[in-house]
């Protein structure tokens, strides 16, 4: 059984396009984040939302805007994508009582041309 | 602010044993968590301390000194498939998790 999944697994897209990734857990649990992988590896959050909330919204371009639909799902849109927007993208979502505890989805490899 | 940081690679042989290191300077710090993720996958939950002390899981264990702003991961009876990158983070009570730059570790035959 799938515990976090992300849709889709790759994505390649011009420059200037508009593109959403889904995700879902069912884990039954009550926040959920996105993060972004750089090309070095380097892991940095994004958003995160504690049942339907937004609770953390780090530096990110405003063309980037998540959405959290119910408690077990987490989109990101992405407006006028960039060439710098090109990374994996990873949801992950955790219990509430366990922040550090988190589980992660297979990730988006985003391309952008 | 908050950093974190880790040796950025460890080779050891199959078998063997490794530790790798991760110091912190950070306000508001909650609690230290690790995660193992191989070349083109996902990052994978391994541990999480909260307080300070040993936390033993299997072959890993990981642990956490606060007053040292310190902890460590240690892996046990190394195996291949242990070959991997490794994240320290650590985060607040909402889970703002700030990740180490990542230790590869290269297990030989």
């Known amino acids: 059984d799938t515990a976090v999944s992300q849709t889709p697994k790759y994505l390649v897209t011009q420059m200037g396009n508009d593109k959403s990734i889904k995700c879902e857990q069912n884990l039954g649990h009550d926040t959920m984040y996105w993060y972004k992988q750089d090309s070095k590896k380097f892991l940095k959050i994004m958003f995160s939302?504690?049942?339907?909330?937004?609770?953390i919204n780090e530096t990110v371009p405003n063309r980037f805007s998540p959405k959290s639909p119910d408690k077990a799902h987490l989109n990101l849109h992405i407006n006028s994508l960039e060439l710098g927007d090109s990374a994996v993208y990873f949801c992950?979502?955790?219990?509430?009582?366990?922040?550090?505890?988190?589980?992660f989805g297979p990730g988006t490899r985003l391309t952008v041309t | 602010g908050q950093s974190l940081e880790q040796p950025s690679e460890v080779t050891a042989v199959e078998g063997a044993i490794v530790q790798i290191n991760c110091t912190y300077q950070?306000?508001?710090?909650?609690?230290l968590s690790w995660y193992q993720q191989h070349d083109g996958g996902a990052p994978t939950f391994l541990s999480y301390?909260?307080?300070?002390g040993l936390e033993e899981t299997g072959r890993f264990s990981s642990f956490l000194s606060r007053s040292d702003s310190y902890g460590y991961l240690l892996l046990q009876e190394l195996q291949m498939k242990d070959s991997a990158s490794y994240f320290c983070a650590n985060g607040d009570s909402w889970g703002k998790l700030q990740f180490g730059a990542g230790t590869q570790v290269v297990v030989t035959p």
């Open positions: 950070t306000s508001g710090f909650y609690g």
């Open positions: 301390n909260a307080l300070d």
């Open positions: 939302y504690n049942n339907k909330e937004l609770i």
């Open positions: 992950a979502s955790s219990p509430g009582e366990r922040a550090g505890e988190q589980y």
